[in-house]
């Protein structure tokens, strides 16, 4: 029996587990930290004290605190998860039951692709599904934008005030007032290029030349058994409150997956959501040494 069973490792997962473990928890965490949505970015530079690093860089350097901490992580996805009288039971992809007192839900998004050649061999080489992560890295260069939605409406006139051109490419009827910015009716068929995006192929057969290429599909929860814990929902998010507490007692929620920090999905932002709701499980399982 665990106190605290986290789901995901990525950076709230981790950071919660490194907090709930200096709290002297027993916790668990489930999941890779290979999944989450950052691991693949080629640059950031907004996270502070490891200034221009990969996505990855960062995910190993939590993965090995996580280690040299000595917690328990156990590389596996999550089936199901349910809640009998005051015991959560979590049911992972291995057919291994484990319990606990409490939950945190730290699972992400996961953004929707187009699922077209070259998407996955330039990503982090110029194909983005992120233009407020990723767009600083295009200044006064040439970009494409696909999607569908206000996601893409929003990267478009993001990406206007940074990119020197951008193509909005889709089926949707949409303007935009910035001159900068060329609506182009199709889809995409392909991303080509040698060492980083270089063009990208339409259908129709016409090759635009562009520097990268932002995909903005929207995104889904990482966690298809939500529904089985009753969880409130704002669309595909979970709705948590200032201490990242879910409507279900003993269940919280951290990073991505959440309607928490002002929507603001960043690495710095999921490592404080991860902070905060392990704290607050913290409160939550010891609640007689918080009052001593």
């Given at each position: 029996m665990y106190d605290l069973i986290i789901i995901g490792a990525g950076p709230a997962g981790l950071t919660a587990g490194i907090y709930a473990k200096r709290s002297k928890l027993n916790v668990l965490v489930?999941?890779?930290?290979?999944?989450?949505?950052?691991?693949?970015?080629?640059?950031?530079?907004?996270?502070?004290?490891m200034p221009k690093a990969t996505g990855r860089q960062i995910?190993?350097?939590?993965k090995a605190q996580?280690?040299?901490?000595?917690?328990?992580?156990?590389?596996q996805s999550v089936r199901q998860a349910i809640k009998n009288a005051d015991i959560f039971s979590v049911l992972t992809s291995q057919n291994e039951t484990y319990e606990a007192k409490s939950l945190i839900i730290a699972t992400g998004i996961e953004?929707?692709?187009?699922?077209?050649?070259?998407?996955?061999?330039?990503?982090?080489?110029?194909?983005?599904?992120?233009?407020?992560?990723?767009?600083?890295?295009?200044k006064d260069k040439i970009v494409a934008v696909t999607g569908q939605g206000e996601e893409m409406k929003h990267a478009v006139e993001y990406m206007a005030n940074i990119a020197s051109k951008v193509y909005v490419i889709s089926e949707e009827e949409t303007s935009f007032v910035?001159?900068?910015?060329?609506?182009?009716?199709?889809?995409?068929?392909?991303?080509?290029?040698?060492?980083?995006?270089?063009?990208?192929?339409?259908?129709d057969g016409e090759e635009l030349e562009v520097n990268g290429l932002f995909i903005e599909l929207g995104s889904v929860p990482a966690s298809k058994w939500l529904g089985d814990l009753g969880?409130?929902?704002?669309?595909?998010?979970?709705?948590?409150?200032?201490?990242?507490?879910?409507?279900?007692?003993?269940?919280?929620?951290?990073?991505?997956?959440?309607?928490?920090?002002?929507?603001?999905?960043?690495?710095?932002?999921?490592?404080?959501?991860?902070?905060?709701?392990?704290?607050?499980?913290?409160?939550?399982?010891?609640?007689?040494?918080?009052?001593?």
């Amino acid at each position: 029996m665990y106190d605290l069973i986290i789901i995901g490792a990525g950076p709230a997962g981790l950071t919660a587990g490194i907090y709930a473990k200096r709290s002297k928890l027993n916790v668990l965490v489930i999941g890779k930290t290979e999944q989450m949505a950052c691991w693949g970015d080629h640059t950031i530079e907004n996270y502070p004290g490891m200034p221009k690093a990969t996505g990855r860089q960062i995910g190993e350097a939590m993965k090995a605190q996580a280690h040299d901490l000595e917690i328990e992580v156990s590389p596996q996805s999550v089936r199901q998860a349910i809640k009998n009288a005051d015991i959560f039971s979590v049911l992972t992809s291995q057919n291994e039951t484990y319990e606990a007192k409490s939950l945190i839900i730290a699972t992400g998004i996961e953004r929707k692709k187009l699922v077209i050649a070259g998407e996955e061999e330039f990503l982090g080489k110029g194909v983005s599904y992120c233009a407020t992560c990723d767009g600083f890295f295009f200044k006064d260069k040439i970009v494409a934008v696909t999607g569908q939605g206000e996601e893409m409406k929003h990267a478009v006139e993001y990406m206007a005030n940074i990119a020197s051109k951008v193509y909005v490419i889709s089926e949707e009827e949409t303007s935009f007032v910035q001159k900068n910015i060329e609506v182009v009716s199709g889809e995409i068929k392909e991303v080509q290029g040698g060492k980083s995006v270089e063009r990208v192929l339409l259908a129709d057969g016409e090759e635009l030349e562009v520097n990268g290429l932002f995909i903005e599909l929207g995104s889904v929860p990482a966690s298809k058994w939500l529904g089985d814990l009753g969880l409130d929902m704002e669309g595909n998010f979970i709705k948590v409150d200032s201490s990242q507490a879910t409507n279900i007692p003993g269940v919280f929620a951290a990073g991505d997956i959440t309607t928490g920090s002002n929507n603001l999905r960043q690495v710095a932002t999921a490592v404080g959501e991860g902070a905060v709701a392990a704290m607050a499980v913290y409160r939550w399982v010891r609640p007689a040494s918080i009052d001593k």
